[in-house]
């Protein structure tokens, strides 16, 4: 079954074929000639993840799956949250995302926060959504080499090691994508929708 994902985020790409198998045949936006970004122009990560999908499945019918992710720590009332990608401005900048977030925590000794991401799967004209979490610290400063975006300061509650301290394989048996992923994969399978 041919399953596009509705991201132009290589990273995000990446780990959503590692966490997929060969459930599906997995392609992408790209092969669609898809040269302009994605809008997402809504308050909350369930609306932008629906909107993500629902611009694909209009644009080209096809069955297509959708991420929205954010970051929201707890001493800035949950921001960056839906804001994330361009929490820092235009263009999207990951380093510099990272180093506003760390100057706003200047001084600040709560620094939980929780990374969330909605994935939205569409088949046929139908939606569905479905939502993973991970809880954990902001470090004080970045650490590793491997992941993306706000890896190198996030800190999973339970371990002493970044995400970007981690492999992709490591990070997806507990991250917010992979918790999201599981529910969509029972989904598929209890269903048998696809
Ligand atoms: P698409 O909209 O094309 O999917 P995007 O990068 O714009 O790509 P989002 O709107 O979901 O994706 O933005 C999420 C922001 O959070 C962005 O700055 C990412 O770098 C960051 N982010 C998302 N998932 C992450 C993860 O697993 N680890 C670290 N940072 C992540």
């Known amino acids: 079954q041919r399953l596009y994902l509705a991201t132009q985020n290589q990273h995000k790409i990446e780990e959503i074929k590692d966490l997929l198998g060969d459930l599906f045949a997995i392609h992408t936006v790209f092969e669609l000639g898809l040269s302009v970004e994605i809008p997402e122009t809504g308050n909350t990560l369930q609306a932008n993840s629906m909107q993500k999908a629902a611009y694909i499945a209009e644009h080209f019918q096809v069955t297509c799956l959708s991420d929205d992710s954010g970051l929201e720590v707890k001493a800035l009332d949950g921001r960056p949250g839906v804001y994330s990608a361009r929490y820092a401005g235009e263009p999207k900048d990951d380093a510099a995302n990272v180093q506003k977030l760390l100057s706003e925590l200047e001084g600040v000794s709560d620094r939980s926060a929780r990374f969330v991401t909605v994935l939205t799967f569409?088949?046929?004209?139908?939606?569905?959504?479905?939502?993973?979490?991970?809880?954990?610290?902001?470090?004080?400063?970045?650490?590793?080499?491997?992941?993306?975006?706000?890896?190198?300061?996030?800190?999973?509650?339970?371990f002493d090691r970044t995400f970007a301290e981690m492999t992709m394989e490591e990070k997806n048996q507990m991250a917010h994508r992979a918790r999201a992923m599981q529910k969509f994969k029972s989904f598929i399978d209890e269903t048998g929708f696809f």
């Open 122 to 158: 569409h088949h046929q004209g139908q939606y569905f959504s479905f939502e993973g979490e991970i809880q954990g610290q902001i470090a004080s400063s970045p650490r590793g080499e491997h992941g993306f975006g706000y890896d190198p300061v996030f800190v999973p509650a339970g």
